[in-house]
Antibody, heavy 123, light 108 residues
Framework: QVTLKESGPALVRPTQTLRLTCTFSGFSLTTSAMRVSWIRQPPGKALEWLGRIDWDDDKFYSTSLKTRLSISKDTSKNQVVLTMTNMDPVDTATYYC???????????????WGQGMLVTVSS | EIVLTQSPGTLSLSPGERATLSCRASQSVSSTYLAWYQQKPGQAPRLLFYGASSRATGIPDRFSGSGSGTDFTLTISRLEAEDFAVYYCQQYGSSPITFGPGTKVDIK
């Protein structure tokens, strides 16, 4: 059974750095072609892909946010970590991690999602 | 970056009616690398289709996906109560991955 769950601070001050952890089970990021992405959704708005880390430690980032983002993994703990610097109130959103199955071609789609975590940026 | 446009923004229909949702890309999506998701309030998105027309596990056959190039369609043949939700398309043919703005299907 595949599960993913996001954890981290619910409230972040402007200019601070956000660090979110995705803890997953039911698959391994050491398996060839497995990938985990971060996606966010501001309240009442659409989904926005932030970035992805692959089984071989390749990383891909959103064009508009790549200077602020970093994604890493700890395969021994089955965790993926998102770091976003210089947080702003416009970054208030529900942050999801999601899995791309090894069978997915191209940049991949998402077959399992975490429940999401609302992060509010406010002073 | 491929921009996805979805229409209509809101679709107001009654249970039992047919729903047709459109997703248009600003440039051709490689090899029909287009996915559809359903999202209900307070829930994470749920994968419906990948490869434009391949149904994900557990998705009822009243849902169908079609299209290629720049024009894609999600059809729900007969709406049931649990189908009223927001639907997003996503392209994964090129980086960065992009999502459409969504179509809300609500009860008329």
């Amino acid at each position: 059974q595949v599960t993913l769950k996001e954890s981290g601070p619910a409230l972040v001050r402007p200019t601070q750095t956000l660090r979110l952890t995705c803890t997953f089970s039911g698959f391994s990021l050491t398996t060839s072609a497995m990938r985990v992405s971060w996606i966010r959704q501001p309240p009442g708005k659409a989904l926005e892909w932030l970035g992805r880390i692959d089984w071989d430690d390749d990383k891909f980032y959103s064009t508009s946010l790549k200077t602020r983002l970093s994604i890493s993994k700890d395969t021994s703990k089955n965790q993926v970590v998102l770091t976003m610097t210089n947080m702003d109130p416009v970054d208030t959103a529900t942050y999801y991690c999601a899995r791309t199955p090894k069978s997915a071609v191209g940049m991949g789609y998402f077959d399992y999602w975490g429940q999401g975590m609302l992060v509010t940026v406010s002073s | 970056e491929i921009v996805l446009t979805q229409s209509p923004g809101t679709l107001s229909l009654s249970p039992g009616e047919r729903a047709t949702l459109s997703c248009r890309a600003s440039q051709s999506v490689s090899s029909t690398y287009l996915a559809w998701y359903q999202q209900k309030p307070g829930q994470a998105p749920r994968l419906l289709f990948y490869g434009a027309s391949s149904r994900a596990t557990g998705i009822p056959d009243r849902f169908s996906g079609s299209g290629s190039g720049t024009d894609f369609t999600l059809t729900i043949s007969r709406l049931e109560a649990e189908d009223f939700a927001v639907y997003y398309c996503q392209q994964y043919g090129s980086s960065p991955i992009t999502f459409g703005p969504g179509t809300k299907v609500d009860i008329k």
